[in-house]
Structures are given as C-alpha cells and as structure tokens.
C-alpha cells in the first residue's frame, strides 16, 4: 500500500494517540469510557488496541474487513446529499459488546480473522474519487476504535471535496472526540435504547456517555447528525421508554434531528428474541411525532411512508423512499419545498443522487497473499 500519514510500526500497527502510563507499570487507554488499564502485550475490550512498548498502539490501522458501494440511504442518513453513493468500509473489533449486535461476525472477530485488505487513506480517498462517491462511511464496526486511521482517510478527502460520514454507537472520550468529529462531515450515532440497565445488561456500557456525545454533536459541532435505535421487542420498545426516549430527544437535540426507529432480527446472542413487527415501528413514529419531532423515519421494513420524508410547513412529500431508492423529489435547488418554499434541513444537491439501492463491494489497495 501507498506511504501512510503517519509512521507504521509494521504493517498495520500504529502508535495509538490516546491514552498514559500509570504508576503501577500498566497503560491505560483514554480513547472511549472503558478506559482499559493494560499489561504489556494485552489487548483492550476493542481488541485492536494493545499496549506495547510502554504506549498503546492501534493493530487495524489501512487494514479492511471489506469495501463496498453503497447508497448513503443504508447508514442510515436521510438528508445528507440523498441519492448519493458512499464508499463503506470498517475493520475488526468492538468497543462495545452488544449482545444483538447485528454485524457481530466484523464487531466481535479477532483483526487477523476478518482484515481481508491492506489499504492507506490516500488509496481509499482515491478509491472513492475513481469510483464518483460523494462520500466516505466509517461503518460496520464502530470507528471509534479505528479513529487514526478514519482521522487520516479524512484529513486527505476534505481538501479534495470528498465528504467523511461516521456511523457510531457514540461511545467515546471528549478529548479524543473534538479531534475526530473536528474531520467528521456527518454522523448517525446509535441510541440503542434509553435505559442505563439495557446499557448494562445487553451492551456492557453506559447509556450516559452516548447521551453526553449527542448533545455534544448538536451543540457544539457543525457535523450532521442523524440517530437510529434498533427497537427490539420486549426490550426497548415499550411505550414509556419511546415516550421518555422522544422527550429528551427534543429537549436536548431538538425538532429537526432526523431519528431513525429500525427493525431488529435474531442475531448474534439474542436469537430468541421475534423480530420487530412492523406495528411497533408505526406506533414508535406516532409517538415521536406526537413529541414534536419533525423527521422520524423506519427502517428494515417496507413502509413508504415511514421512509419518505414531508414538509413540516405543507405536509407534501419532498423525497419518497421505498427502501433504499428514490422517487418523487420535490426540493428547489436550495433544498426548500417547492410549493411552500419552508427549508428541509440537512444537505442537499439541486437533483438528488441516481445511485439506487445497488450495494457494490470493490477492491481497494492490495488484498493479503
């Protein structure tokens, strides 16, 4: 692979920027809330962070579990730039352990059994100008725990027009987060419930910390962010916890925040647990609506109208959404509804991307021999 921005230890192997020594001897890792206290040669909860040589260094850096083309619909992200493709990539490892988690076999591998590419920033920024993207997904496995290597891809796609999206469980220290979402052009962070026990038991983290990164988000950044709770039934779904979830969601992040509601299916740990039936989906969107919340959206489900998106000025349908594709799009070239003139928040072109729903994995750098 092409030179990296900063100096490899080895192949894949950088000195990690977040973290300090302590008295006894041992290295703690200062990037996400766990805050791993390390022996020499022991890895972190992630299990792409070691301590080595009295430091901590990051083990997946320009390393891949896969590359795909994707339309910016699946992070899921509704109002930044619809239509458009996004190069998709993540790496190995978890900083949580979400017992649903629904891309465990990426989330939960160890790096050497899923990392199938080598790649540099500056291969995958070319990579997704040769292929016309409008954009870069820090995705599958959370980028917290890849963050030099997203803060590098980034750092080289802003000055060349290319746009860097995180897709996030949010679940990160303020110091390190002011340097990586300070690159971040969007974010969908996953607010997988609202309560501290689900936190606890089904996550092994803290319901906390991901608020404190929302409300920082909106706040004190210029990112877009958009959020997505996977409703799993008999766990986060009931109404009390939606109401209370949508209450503080418009307290805190206000109307125009886009929320996602998503449909679970059996995976990973929890495969006793039914899918989400499409009801709850409906319900948890009335719900949202009937807080104030203006952009509320379903997802792993046919729904037209709880994908499509409506002006909160006239009610006509601005962008239509079936899945993943596009049909009506009633926006002016300045993203104003064309018949009331009442402005869509978020980012978007005069005419709306012709990506589709495809889902294209490509190759990038060098695949491993």
């Not at 974010?187 to 929302?214: I, P």
């Not at 709770?229 to 209370?244: R, Y």
């Amino acid at each position: 692979m092409t030179a990296s921005p900063r100096p490899l230890l080895e192949p894949g192997v950088v000195l990690g920027q977040w973290w300090h020594l302590l008295e006894d001897g041992r290295v703690q890792c200062d990037l996400c809330p766990r805050a791993c206290k390390l022996q020499a040669g022991q890895r972190g909860f992630c299990y792409v962070r070691q301590a080595r040589d009295g430091g901590v260094v990051l083990t997946s850096y320009g390393r891949a579990s896969g590359f795909c083309l994707d339309p910016i619909e699946k992070k899921p992200l509704n109002h930044f730039y619809p239509g458009t493709s996004v190069l998709s990539f993540g790496t190995a490892g978890c900083n949580l352990g979400c017992r649903f988690c629904q891309n465990w076999d990426i989330s939960k591998a160890r790096a050497d059994d899923r990392l199938q590419a080598w790649a540099s920033p500056e291969a995958v920024v070319a990579a997704a100008e040769e292929h016309g993207c409008k954009s870069i997904a820090f995705t599958y496995n959370d980028p917290v725990i890849f963050a030099e290597y997203a803060i590098d891809c980034a750092r080289i796609a802003r000055p060349r027009g290319i746009k860097t999206v995180a897709v996030t469980a949010g679940y990160m220290n303020a110091e390190p987060r002011r340097e990586f979402y300070a690159l971040m052009d969007a974010a969908n962070v996953d607010l997988k419930a609202f309560s501290e026990d689900f936190y606890h038991r089904l996550c092994f983290g803290e319901l906390a910390a991901v608020l404190d990164t929302l409300v920082w988000l909106k706040r004190e950044t210029s990112v877009w962010l958009e959020v997505t709770t996977l409703l799993i039934p008999g766990h986060n779904d009931s109404v009390a916890e939606i109401d209370a979830l949508c209450a503080w969601f418009r307290q805190n992040l206000g109307p125009d925040t886009p929320l996602h509601f998503t449909a679970f299916h059996p995976d990973f740990k929890l495969l006793d647990v039914p899918p989400t039936p499409p009801a709850t989906l409906t319900r948890a969107r009335q719900q949202a609506h009937a807080a104030g919340l203006h952009y509320v959206y379903t997802g792993n489900v046919r729904d037209l109208p709880g994908q499509s998106t409506t002006c909160v000025g006239c009610g006509a349908v601005l962008i239509e959404r079936e899945g993943y594709r596009l049909g009506e799009w009633r926006l002016d070239a300045h993203g104003r509804c064309a018949r009331c003139g009442v402005r869509l928040p978020g980012f978007f072109e005069a005419q709306p991307g012709h990506w589709g729903a495809r889902r294209r994995p490509i190759v990038v750098g060098a695949q491993p021999g």
